[in-house]
């Protein structure tokens, strides 16, 4: 079978440095499963701070990354920040979503874009999750937004976790080996799926399956759902190794999620 390369997209806020390392190693990782290969290009927004004001002056910088990412032609575009969106309003990810589509196609790219916000909430939806746990670095406030949010897709939050880090770089030197110990503190019973990082910065994936195994329930992340609907929007096998249960073929690319209006 002949190999095809796609050119993965990101608008990345300044400090994040874990959506340009676990997607490409669960992509990566897929390598080994299938022909297909990844390229990876980001543009990035200023963020130190994970606080409402620097996320909404974040959030202004996505017109000028999605007309960059544009010029590369990617094959599929996400932004790569959870909060800055679900901090802007219930639904907000589908607002964001259609203004970096008109710049994309302002700029002649064709590629289907995605948030990362959104496909947290369809990953949820693709696994059937009516009850979900979580846990999030974030300082109790802005982990309030993200319950709020998610439960105004359809989805109830059973119980939520803020960790409390407000300096996004010192969110992603975590240590994701601490979150087998943290999800021990998380409240499981009659859970769909245990989200074990709502957010874009916390490293998760080396945990992922360890967890999963573990408690014997679904768990995911923020950048395994964002992995998932790449690769759905791309048209490719949604699976990858040491993943997690949504990319374990579990849940086969042709299910829609049912989203909220």
Same mark, same amino acid.
């Given at each position: 079978? *002949?190999?095809?390369?796609? +050119?993965?997209? *990101? %608008?990345?806020?300044?400090?994040?440095?874990? #959506? @340009?390392?676990?997607?490409?190693?669960? !992509? $990566?990782?897929?390598? =080994?499963?299938?022909?297909?290969?990844?390229?990876?290009?980001?543009?990035?927004? +200023? #963020?130190?701070?994970?606080?409402?004001?620097?996320?909404? =002056?974040?959030?202004?910088?996505? !017109?000028?990354?999605?007309?960059?990412? =544009?010029?590369?032609?990617?094959?599929? #575009? /996400?932004?790569?920040?959870?909060? =800055?969106?679900?901090?802007?309003?219930?639904?907000? $990810?589908?607002?964001?979503?259609?203004?970096?589509?008109?710049?994309?196609?302002?700029?002649?790219? @064709?590629?289907?874009?995605?948030?990362? &916000?959104?496909?947290?909430?369809?990953?949820? $939806?693709?696994?059937?999750?009516?009850?979900? /746990?979580? !846990?999030?670095?974030? #300082?109790?406030?802005?982990?309030?937004?993200?319950?709020?949010?998610?439960?105004? @897709?359809?989805?109830?939050?059973?119980?939520?976790?803020?960790?409390? %880090?407000?300096?996004?770089?010192?969110?992603?030197? +975590?240590?994701?080996?601490?979150?087998?110990?943290?999800?021990?503190?998380?409240?499981? &019973?009659?859970?769909?799926?245990?989200?074990?990082?709502?957010?874009? *910065?916390?490293?998760?994936?080396?945990?992922?399956?360890?967890?999963?195994? +573990?408690?014997?329930?679904?768990?995911?992340?923020?950048?395994?759902?964002?992995?998932?609907?790449?690769?759905? $929007?791309?048209?490719?096998?949604?699976?990858?190794?040491?993943?997690?249960?949504? !990319?374990?073929?579990?849940?086969?690319? /042709?299910?829609?999620?049912?989203?909220?209006?």
């Amino acid at each position: 079978m *002949q190999a095809r390369s796609y +050119r993965i997209g *990101q %608008i990345v806020p300044s400090s994040n440095t874990t #959506m @340009e390392t676990e997607i490409p190693a669960i !992509l $990566h990782a897929r390598e =080994a499963m299938h022909p297909d290969r990844f390229t990876f290009h980001s543009s990035r927004m +200023r #963020m130190h701070k994970v606080t409402r004001e620097e996320l909404e =002056a974040m959030n202004r910088e996505g !017109l000028r990354c999605a007309a960059e990412l =544009a010029d590369a032609r990617v094959d599929v #575009m /996400s932004t790569a920040c959870l909060v =800055a969106i679900m901090a802007m309003g219930l639904g907000y $990810h589908r607002t964001v979503q259609r203004e970096l589509t008109e710049v994309a196609r302002a700029n002649q790219c @064709e590629a289907p874009v995605m948030t990362s &916000a959104g496909a947290l909430v369809e990953g949820l $939806h693709i696994m059937g999750a009516k009850k979900i /746990s979580l !846990l999030a670095p974030y #300082m109790c406030s802005l982990t309030d937004l993200v319950v709020k949010y998610i439960e105004n @897709e359809g989805i109830e939050v059973v119980d939520a976790i803020s960790l409390e %880090i407000p300096d996004n770089l010192d969110v992603g030197r +975590r240590d994701p080996a601490l979150l087998v110990d943290d999800v021990k503190r998380l409240n499981t &019973a009659n859970v769909d799926v245990v989200v074990l990082s709502a957010c874009v *910065q916390m490293q998760s994936l080396p945990s992922i399956q360890l967890v999963e195994d +573990r408690i014997g329930l679904p768990v995911t992340s923020t950048a395994i759902c964002t992995t998932r609907r790449m690769l759905d $929007h791309l048209g490719l096998e949604a699976i990858a190794p040491a993943a997690g249960a949504l !990319l374990s073929g579990r849940y086969p690319s /042709s299910a829609q999620p049912a989203l909220a209006p």
